[in-house]
Nanobody
Framework: QVQLVESGGGLVQPGGSLRLSCAAS????????MGWYRQAPGKQRELVAA???????NYADSVKGRFTISRDNGKNTVYLQMSGLQPDDTAVYYC???????????????WGQGTQVTVSS
């Protein structure tokens, strides 16, 4: 298992920006991909962005052009830069760790505590 600690959430006005961080520790050698999920009240958790250790990325359509995922392999940390935030982006954001095999992203690690992002005026 990989231990994950998310940070960087907060309250932001519509149109604003935030950067989330996720620090990973533990069985890092077992993974080659990390992803950011979010879960809004009453909704299922959804994958919004993912990145491999070689830098290949994938984004949900709802965040393309607004969110950017990146990683610092030396620090075992993945980031989610969010801009143009809207009230619909309000959710608890979680990261997860796993592998990308072919075109399939597999995230089945345990979850961290998440970080709350609230977009409101």
């Amino acid at each position: 298992q990989v231990q994950l600690v998310e940070s960087g959430g907060g309250l932001v006005q519509p149109g604003g920006s935030l950067r989330l961080s996720c620090a990973a520790s533990g069985s890092i050698v077992s993974i080659n991909a990390m992803g950011w999920y979010r879960q809004a009240p009453g909704k299922q958790r959804e994958l919004v962005a993912a990145i491999t250790d070689s830098g290949s990325t994938n984004y949900a359509d709802s965040v393309k052009g607004r969110f950017t995922i990146s990683r610092d392999n030396g620090k075992n940390t993945v980031y989610l830069q969010m801009s143009g935030l809207q009230p619909d982006d309000t959710a608890v954001y979680y990261c997860n760790a796993g592998r990308k095999r072919g075109n399939t992203w597999q995230f089945n690690n345990g979850w961290g505590q998440g970080t709350q992002v609230t977009v409101s005026s």
